[in-house]
């Protein structure tokens, strides 16, 4: 009769750590992604100051990004040792540091340390925090994993449009020790204040995921929604990569081409955040059958629409290529045992990077050999070909039979 006594102060521990990881890992996932994206307003500016070239500036990129890629895996075994929070607030520190020291760099070996040790610090944030709000939540994932992914959007929005304000008012070095102390203060806030995620969470949500125990991160339930991933990334970039040439081919000014990308943007934001809800209430396989099968159609409709109408439909094209990533990202902790999410984590967003710096390079030189509006056609049969891994996904997912259910109504 003693027991129901120990309940009540296991439910009041772990149920306030729930918002409290999501926020702060929404706030370390705006920061890092902001972080990410900084670099591509400081290009010019470390042209200007150093005297480089495009290949240069290119490398640069490339050692955040190939940085950030390639340790994912790694940032995935500390967490296992140190713990989440500490493991993210030191890659936080990093990454932060890491600008820093690109402030006091005197040339391109030194931009490309500095930036190798920020790109380093940021390839903790992708896997720990994504699986740290999974498994606190468990089986009601979804929706907060929408959130976390439409927080770096915040972050890529305000971080490179803050440094290029900044280097108008102050030298460039300056402003980034500046951007560099808020990373501090974001991992100082982390460190203090991310709960702990022990294991017993994962344990608790072993019996929501069946299907993961069956195929952890090598079964073909995880190769299909990776592949999905790779290919809804290749998409996503290789239009983005034509689109300011289709815009301009309709005439548009350049004035407005920027509040047409812009218009993207904002419908990718919103597309991030609502579809991980959709894809709780329709199943994953309708909502990703759902979004590929509209960015193809808005894909083909951009082609061909005046400029006009072209206006009206990108804030939905955008919805459409942002959309599945949130319903992907909710569904990798199904794909994984629940002791191994991070490390899927780290394996599917590898993946989706690599894709993201590959693609525009293979669509590219498709352009080049059929032209543009033949590689444009191109990402939409991409998008298309998504629909028989999305079929294969079905039986692996533990909301297949809720998909089933919306098919026969």
């Given at each position: 009769?003693?027991?129901?006594v ?41 042209q ?41 607030a ?12 690109a402030?006091?760099?005197?040339g ?96 608790a949500?072993?019996?929501e995921?069946?299907s ?82 509209g960015t ?114």
């Amino acid at each position: 009769m003693r027991l129901p006594v120990f309940f009540p102060p296991v439910v009041r521990e772990t149920a306030p750590s729930r918002p409290r990881v999501l926020w702060l890992s929404c706030v370390a996932h705006a920061i890092h992604d902001g972080y990410t994206d900084m670099i591509y307003a400081l290009l010019p500016v470390w042209q200007s100051e150093f005297g480089l070239d495009f290949a240069a500036l290119a490398i640069l990129r490339g050692v955040y990004a190939g940085t950030m890629a390639t340790l994912q895996l790694s940032a995935g075994r500390v967490a296992q040792r140190l713990g989440s929070g500490t493991t993210l607030a030191i890659g936080t520190l990093l990454a932060a540091l890491g600008y820093a020291i690109a402030g006091m760099s005197g040339g391109l070996l030194g931009l490309g340390v500095a930036l190798a040790i920020s790109g380093g610090g940021s390839s903790t944030q992708h896997p720990i925090a994504s699986g740290a709000v999974s498994r606190v939540y468990g089986r009601d994932a979804r929706g907060p994993l929408s959130i976390y992914n439409f927080s770096g959007d915040l972050g890529k929005s305000a971080l490179p449009a803050a440094i290029s304000l900044l280097v108008t008012m102050m030298p460039w070095r300056h402003a980034l020790w500046i951007v560099a102390g808020l990373g501090c203060v974001v991992a100082a806030g982390i460190a203090l204040w991310f709960p702990a995620v022990p294991r017993a969470a994962a344990q608790a949500t072993a019996k929501e995921q069946t299907s993961a125990r069956h195929s952890g991160t090598g079964g073909s339930g995880f190769s299909a929604l990776f592949s999905i991933g790779v290919l809804d990334t290749a998409v996503r970039m290789g239009l983005l990569t034509f689109l300011p040439f289709l815009l301009k081919a309709k005439g548009v000014s350049p004035q407005l081409l920027g509040t047409a990308l812009a218009l993207v943007f904002i419908g990718g934001a919103a597309g991030k955040f609502t579809c991980g809800w959709l894809g709780a209430r329709m199943g994953t396989v309708r909502t990703v059958l759902l979004t590929e099968g509209g960015t193809a159609a808005c894909i083909v409709a951009v082609i061909y629409l005046p400029l006009t109408l072209t206006m009206v439909l990108l804030p939905i094209l955008g919805m459409m290529l942002n959309g599945t990533s949130s319903v992907l990202y909710g569904t990798v902790p199904e794909m994984s045992a629940p002791e191994r999410t991070e490390r899927a984590f780290a394996i599917f967003y590898t993946g989706t990077i690599a894709s993201g710096a590959i693609s525009p390079v293979l669509y590219g030189f498709l352009g080049d050999r059929i032209g543009v509006h033949g590689a444009t056609y191109a990402t939409a049969l991409t998008a298309l070909a998504i629909f028989p891994l999305a079929l294969a996904l079905r039986p692996h997912l533990t909301d297949h039979s809720q998909d089933e259910r919306h098919d026969e109504a």
